[in-house]
């Protein structure tokens, strides 16, 4: 044991190996423990900061690697980037984490302040063009709804925190062998899922015929992502899939049917022909719509955003939307706001464009989707619900905004067909069950090649489907009005986390002058 732990790059693999585990499908979630610790080690076995990102580079590729395999399967040079650049990132807060134990001789404050650098480093990689959130530690506890019931109050970054801070306790008490840390880490590792089990509440099957109950049709299409309109021979018959499975699944008494991420498989305008046959479907059988679209939109002419071009002399943007209907045919439609990074927009491609004073490059076609910047949902007499979009569905500080507007459940439309049969989209389905904890909200998911199903406010599977296979199924709903004190008060966790960090890297800055 000591030839291992004195090996960086055993220590390094091994941790990173760990940690890739500890995410779903494989759930072994407590492994992301002793991987911190590793790391902790880690830290304090290298002599710099140099030293120590260059080994630890080495666990965050493999935790990448294990964590977000089915990346390459989309794009293979993307995948690899994405990977190779998000472990780069990683070494940041393990090497500020390294200058707080270099700074300080308190082993709880060691402790406490490596925590805040990971908290605050996943928050602010929250909120850049350059975002990927989906190896956030607490992605990777999404199947423990039992024990992490404390993120309808900490967000879901409380996870993190609670990971982090126990273990890097842990290592400070490996250290010093002191009975005050050893109860430290004992009481931060117990009363986060202690807490968890007053806050669980069971949820009984609902009434469907109740006032407070919404019946959702759930429409799960299974159309190819890699063939145009789905191996179709057009979108007119990509419409007429779409409406028959929805005929098929719906009953008499369904308040709102919903299709999923690019259901209507081409770029149109809110008056165009596909979008009334949603419109007089939801006449004719006097239910709602929330249907995934590329959806185009143009703009006065002296508009002097970015645009893809020209459209009949008005400059337009091409979005990936989602097509609200009720159910007296009024359409309004909401434009996803979280794009994937490269995927679907050019980060930082407004900025760089600005400093393009000359004109060089027409920054307007080559950027991408256009990025919605509006909390647009469908409401009706009997409920409100957003139609978040894929990736909208990681950024719990967006879906807040819909909740605080008063959403009644969260609805969710993907398209997870790009990855296959990976482990992308189980954990992509797994995610939602944070969201519907966090905000104690229903959620309803429709998947394009699965999975789709429907969420408990408390992170329960109620329904859901297999993948790669067409079908619709109804399901009942309650509409909610409470506030969680995630939803009241927002990121306090993570922000005093950031705060604190740059507290103390000035104290000790200006104490080292």
């Not at 990132?89 to 700074?103: A, D, H, W």
């Not at 799960?220 to 007429?240: A, I, K, T």
């Amino acid at each position: 044991m000591k030839g291992f732990l004195q090996n960086n790059w055993a220590v390094s693999v091994t941790a990173g190996i760990l940690l890739g585990l500890s995410f779903p499908p494989v759930n072994l979630s407590f492994l992301s423990f002793p991987a911190f610790v590793l790391l902790f080690h880690l830290s304090g076995n290298t002599d710099s900061y140099k030293q120590l990102a260059y080994h630890s580079y080495a666990c965050f590729v493999v935790w990448n690697l294990i964590g977000t395999y089915w990346l390459m399967m989309a794009s293979l040079p993307a995948g690899i980037a994405a990977i190779l650049a998000n472990s780069v990132l990683m070494t940041i807060p393990l090497c500020l984490g390294k200058y707080f134990s270099n700074r300080s001789d308190s082993p709880l404050l060691i402790a406490f302040l490596q925590t805040a650098s990971w908290v605050g480093y996943e928050f602010l990689h929250h909120n850049w063009d350059l975002s990927w959130t989906w190896l956030a530690l607490g992605n990777a506890w999404a199947n423990w709804i039992g024990i992490i019931q404390y993120i309808s109050i900490t967000g879901f970054l409380g996870i993190s925190f609670w990971v982090v801070l126990s273990s890097a306790l842990a290592y400070q008490l490996i250290i010093h062998k002191k009975k005050h840390i050893a109860y430290s880490a004992l009481t931060v590792f117990l009363i986060f899922p202690i807490s968890s089990l007053f806050l669980y509440e069971d949820y009984e099957p609902l009434n469907e015929t109740s006032d407070d109950t919404v019946q959702a049709a759930i429409i799960q299409p299974n159309h190819d992502s890699y063939m145009s309109y789905g191996g179709m021979s057009g979108l007119h018959e990509v419409m007429d899939s779409l409406i028959a499975l929805s005929y098929r699944t719906k009953t008499p008494s369904t308040d709102l049917i919903i299709w999923p991420e690019n259901a209507i498989d081409d770029y149109i305008f809110t008056n165009s022909a596909a979008a009334q046959r949603v419109a007089d479907s939801a006449r004719a059988w006097n239910t709602s719509f929330i249907a995934g679209t590329g959806l185009f939109k143009t703009y006065p002419e002296s508009f002097e955003g970015l645009s893809r071009g020209t459209y009949q002399g008005q400059p337009y943007n091409a979005f990936n939307a989602t097509l609200f209907v009720d159910s007296n045919g009024i359409i309004s439609d909401y434009e996803k706001a979280n794009l994937v990074p490269i995927v679907e927009r050019i980060p930082f491609v407004n900025n760089i464009a600005a400093l393009d004073v000359f004109n060089w490059v027409d920054w307007g076609s080559i950027a991408g989707f256009g990025r919605g910047n509006t909390a647009d949902m469908i409401s009706t007499d009997h409920f409100s619900s957003p139609g978040l979009i894929c990736y909208d569905s990681v950024y719990p500080s967006w879906i807040r905004t819909f909740v605080r507007q008063d959403a009644t459940f969260l609805t969710i439309i993907t398209n997870d067909g790009w990855w296959g049969n990976t482990s992308g989209h189980l954990q992509h389905f797994a995610y939602a069950k944070l969201r519907a904890i966090e905000f104690d909200r229903w959620i309803a998911r429709s998947a394009n090649n699965g999975i789709s199903g429907i969420i408990a406010p408390n992170g329960e599977v109620i329904q859901q489907t297999d993948y790669w296979v067409r079908t619709g199924f109804v399901g009942t709903i309650q509409n909610k009005t409470t506030q969680t004190l995630y939803t009241r008060f927002g990121n306090w966790l993570p922000l005093l986390c950031v705060g604190i960090s740059f507290l103390f890297w000035g104290m000790f800055m200006l104490r080292k002058k």
